[in-house]
């Protein structure tokens, strides 16, 4: 069964001139907890009293998520966790041979022995542990691997693959988790970003390939560009893979506007399931069929993620665009007068045509509008 780990409280907080407030925070994870993710990670609550205090009233919600909170490779850091109460800890450290010569002035071994002493401490006080080997897919396979397995020995409970700077295709990930999981008896987290346009494809790619937990945050808020979209992996699961699961779709649009007015990040008009564009249908072939059917132009329907279905009525609608549309304004004409309002929208060169502008040139040709709400 797959998981869905949300990343927005820590993440998202990551985002570029991003912060939210405690309120804001508990807010998000109690949308979070509803929506039904299994995971909520809540933040480093080493980084400032005001994380450390929102990581643990979170973790004292009572959620049905199990609360992680991020952490180096430290006990001081493991030790902030437990104060916070919280289920998991997120052990990070990266050991590509560039990272560890030119920044740790380390080698593997000494990497190894520092990540498992703090498996061990942190397993030694009841915490379950998910350790990320930062940058894992451009990190040498052989000590990915050496890292890997250690860290399973010392007790870790997940193994988190980030594609840290969003280098991968879905292929190679693919390639990378099924080698992995020949090579490991594991579980497997996947963290990618979002640098390529690539993170809900190789997410997807990952879990095809055995991950079986998919980080994500709202509106796919992270550092630079972002991680996965909630709202694209949990709807592709749905509909592309048919993963039954508890998760309540028809708040996506909800959580989302919450998070994009926190963050003061917009959501745009084109963006995936949440985005305003998502449902609406602007070509009059396309039009007349999704009046006939809409799958035959939409993978899922409007109404499971919480959104309306909308026409777009400006130079690309046909007769059955403007027929629905007058139809949804009530008002009633005959064929000449909704081929002039045909002629009128054809000639439009820029933009929609809007309910103003009908209800004018009906009134201009005198048409009887039997009722107008």
Not at 30 to 51: C, M, Q, T, W, Y
Request: proline share 3%.
């Amino acid at each position: 069964m797959i998981q869905i780990l949300d990343s927005t409280l820590r993440e998202g907080e990551q985002t570029p001139g991003v912060t939210f407030n405690i309120e804001e925070k508990l807010k998000i994870a109690n949308f979070l907890d509803d929506f039904g993710i299994d995971i909520i990670e809540a933040g480093h609550p080493r980084v400032s009293k005001d994380i450390f205090k929102a990581v643990k009233e979170i973790s004292n919600q009572g959620f049905n998520a199990e609360i992680l909170a991020h952490c180096r490779a430290i006990n001081e850091d493991i030790d902030t966790a437990r104060s916070c109460v919280v289920d998991w800890v997120g052990i990070f450290f990266c050991v590509s041979n560039k990272r560890l010569e030119n920044q740790f002035r380390s080698n593997l071994e000494k990497a190894i022995d520092l990540v498992t002493k703090s498996i061990e401490y942190a397993k030694s006080h009841g915490l379950k542990v998910r350790y990320t080997p930062e940058d894992a897919v451009r990190t040498e396979y052989s000590s990915l691997l050496k890292i890997s397995k250690a860290s399973i020995k010392a007790g870790a409970d997940r193994i988190s693959i980030a594609d840290t700077v969003g280098a991968m295709t879905p292929k190679k990930i693919y390639d990378l988790f099924k080698k992995l999981k020949s090579d490991l008896n594991a579980k497997f987290n996947v963290h990618c970003h979002n640098d390529l346009g690539l993170a809900t494809a190789n997410s997807l790619a990952a879990y095809e390939a055995g991950a079986t937990t998919i980080d994500v945050s709202v509106n796919g808020l992270g550092e630079r560009v972002g991680i996965a979209p909630l709202s694209e992996i949990c709807v592709a699961l749905h509909c592309a893979y048919d993963i039954k699961n508890r998760w309540k779709l028809d708040m996506l649009p909800q959580i989302s506007q919450y998070v994009s007015h926190a963050s003061g990040i917009n959501i745009p008009q084109n963006f995936p399931i949440v985005g305003d564009n998502a449902f609406y249908h602007n070509a009059g072939l396309h039009v007349a069929a999704v009046l006939n059917d809409p799958s035959f132009y939409e993978i899922i329907p409007a109404e499971i993620v919480g959104k309306k279905r909308n026409f777009v009525l400006d130079k690309m609608a046909g007769i059955n665009t403007i027929k629905h549309k007058l139809k949804e304004m009530n008002i009633e004409t005959d064929d000449f007068n909704i081929s002039k309002l045909m002629n009128y929208v054809k000639s439009k060169e820029k933009g929609q045509v809007s309910d103003y502008e009908i209800i004018s040139l009906l009134n201009e040709s005198e048409i009887n509008t039997v009722a107008y709400q």
